[in-house]
């Protein structure tokens, strides 16, 4: 059985951007596993033609690009990938992309929880086209040996990174556990050359940690990833928290690239008593909505960070609990990734992730290009942002966005226990 699902991430690599969400089941007969080179093409051409979100293509003859592509040869799959990769490529989206066997079994073991590598979030910038560290994950291989938060790639094993792809980048920095890879490292005006061993990755943990406030004890989370494990370690967290009797809440999405759209909606039900999550419009503009599971663990005070790598999944739970008045956000607008991604595996263990719908917040925003704007905008720079990161001052008075969220959170905590004397 193969299993296609749905996505709401941003920007793949190490780790990257999707949302993956409730999975269809269908099953492949013996012919289709050994289905030829040309018919991997048209596969992939006829799961865009009925499914892409925009109709139009892009404003791309769609049947020509049949056509091109279907009278071809191809005799080996490897030919057939990269026509793949070419004509998925016409319909000039980032979010939309081809994977080969080997690339979609790392976003598979990324997605659910482990993969083996050095352990980076890794981006391209849409500007310079760099490739550019969003994040190291705490205690990998990267982590340990000093790799940085805005870290710019410009060598792989010695091979300049100038024209290449992020998928092709992601291929040379993964590989087996117990092998090195050298990256060098652009740090603002210094390059930096580091021998980095891989090994097996847990992705992003949900870490927590009960604080001390001149209100009493606060609980502080950090989601790094809405990865499978994801929903199961924010419940535990939350409730070692409420045994602490903590009185707020301090929820971390900064540089939380997404995930998996079954844990946004299980996490971010586990702050709101009702109403809508997300709703997501294909096409067709059929509207399919989302509401919560009725399973909140708590109704405390809470504050929410955001930054401009905020992306997806991450703005669907800050902009559900923004839009419920639930909770304050502070930072900086978010990454802006109004769009769902489904990946559909193939029958030769490739697969295609593509745009198949928009997705709105419950007041109806439409977020695309465009992010969720704070309640309280408090600006980190890059630069700041790698000293607080090398001082390991992140979430600490130090750390102003985090600094700007305690002292709101610590004015929320006396007015929630007014209201609730009162029965307000």
Known sequence: MLQQKLLFRVILATTATIILGVGINSSKSLSEIQTSPKNLVDEVWQILNHNYVDGSFNHQNWQFVRQKYLHQSYTSKKAAYTAIRQMVAKLGDRYTEFFDPQEFKALDGELSGSLSGIGVELTENQKTKALTIITPIKDSPAFLVGIMPEDIIIKIDGKSTQGMSLQEAVKRIQGSVGTPV??????GTQTHVFKIT?????TSPVTYQAKETSHGKIGYIQIPEFTETAPKETQTAIEALEKQSVQGYILDLRSDPGGLLESCLQIT???????????????????????VTGHVLTDKPLVILVNQESASASEILAGALQDDSRAKLIGTRTFGKGLVQSVEPLADGSALKYTIAKYYTPKGKDINHVG?????????????WQKLFLKRTLA??????????????????PMAKVKQATGG
């Open 182 to 187: 050298v990256l060098t490292i652009k740090r």
């Open 269 to 291: 039900s586990m702050w709101l008593k009702h109403g809508q999550i997300v709703s997501l419009v294909n096409r067709q503009q059929v509207k399919q909505r989302y509401d």
């Open 372 to 384: 969720i704007t704070p309640d309280i905008n408090v600006v980190l720079t890059p630069t700041e």
């Open 198 to 202: 891989r090994a097996k990755i847990l």
């Open 396 to 413: 600490t008075p130090a750390d102003p966005q985090y600094a700007t969220a305690l002292e709101n959170l610590t004015q929320l905590i």
